[in-house]
């Protein structure tokens, strides 16, 4: 039989579902998650110009924080349209 080559991300949930670490949650609870998730979607291209030294300190914020620094612009632009 083939063995199937896993990510390391695929390998992390793998070990994660072993310890027990996902719990089930209700059908209005996982609706709750799915329409949040959902809501987050991008469905839009933003192309803008920045200062280099601008988008260098966004990239350097964004690896202490352990996300790609598109991920950390988009959070911040969220945020902001939501106050």
Do not use: C, P, W
Request: overall charge positive; cysteine-free; aromatic content about 6%.
């Amino acid at each position: 039989m083939r063995q199937t080559k896993l990510t390391r991300q695929e390998k992390a949930i793998e070990e994660a579902l072993i310890k027990g670490e996902y719990v089930d949650v209700s059908r209005e609870h996982f609706s709750q998650i799915a329409e949040a998730i959902k809501a987050r979607q991008k469905d839009t291209v933003l192309n803008i110009r920045v200062n280099r030294n601008d988008l260098e300190s966004i990239k350097q914020k964004a690896k202490k924080l352990g996300i790609k620094y598109q991920t950390f612009i988009s959070e911040f632009i969220h945020r902001l349209a939501q106050t």
